[in-house]
T-cell receptor, first 114, second 112 residues
């Protein structure tokens, strides 16, 4: 049973470009969470999704950021018109439907905006 | 805003010694979890303690929870060089609120 997969592992973008980060949850998991970690800091919650639904996006900036978790395929975190302050590690986690307490994390995508 | 605050921010010990890290939080919780992060890597779930539990063990790990003081501690006994990592506490609220609120972490260095 493969763990949570994220790709790409590293992403370099110039200011103004778009960044697309993908997350494939563990098999059987229908809950996905995105977190952002700035250098030398802890993680901050961004968004919580179930299949085809955004449940909680209270941690996501209102502009330029969007997330989706379609019926088929991975969850996507999309950042439009990236700025240097978007440089961070973005982690995805997933959890079981029945056991909702433990979240299993992917290896993260490290975004660098030049 | 951050929910948890870990202390110390950094801890350096010798192999074989015990390491204790503390975490405080601000609001009511459903459970508290500890994670480990090796440098530049992903997070590994270590242990979860529910709000109605006071102590939990897993191998060389011992976690306590004091809801009256809104604090938790993580004890790693007989530390090894491989325990060198950052350790984070994260709290989860009740009901449908499943997002984790994270502290800033404790950086542990275990010297051989």
């Amino acid at each position: 049973n493969a763990g949570v997969m994220q790709n790409p592992r590293h992403l370099v973008r110039r200011r103004g470009q778009e960044a697309r980060l993908r997350c494939s949850p563990m098999k059987g998991h229908s809950h996905v969470y995105w977190y952002r970690q700035l250098p030398e800091e802890g993680l901050k919650f961004m968004v919580y999704l179930q299949k085809e639904n955004i449940i909680d996006e209270s941690g996501m900036p209102k502009e330029r950021f969007s997330a989706e978790f379609p019926k088929e395929g991975p969850s996507i975190l999309r950042i439009q018109q990236v700025v240097r302050g978007d440089s961070a590690a973005y982690f995805c986690a997933s959890s079981y439907r029945e056991n909702q307490e433990t979240q299993y994390f992917g290896p993260g995508t490290r975004l660098l905006v030049l | 805003s951050q929910q948890g605050e870990e202390d110390p921010q950094a801890l350096s010990i010798q192999e074989g010694e015990n390491a204790t890290m503390n975490c405080s939080y601000k609001t009511s919780i459903n459970n508290l979890q500890w994670y480990r992060q090796n440098s530049g890597r992903g997070l590994v779930h270590l242990i979860l303690i529910r709000s109605n539990e006071r102590e939990k063990h897993s191998g060389r790990l011992r976690v306590t929870l004091d809801t009256s003081k809104k604090s938790s501690s993580l004890l790693i006994t007989a530390s090894r060089a491989a325990d060198t990592a950052s350790y984070f506490c994260a709290t989860a609220g009740g009901g449908n609120n499943r997002k984790l609120i994270w502290g800033l972490g404790t950086s542990l260095a275990v010297n051989p």
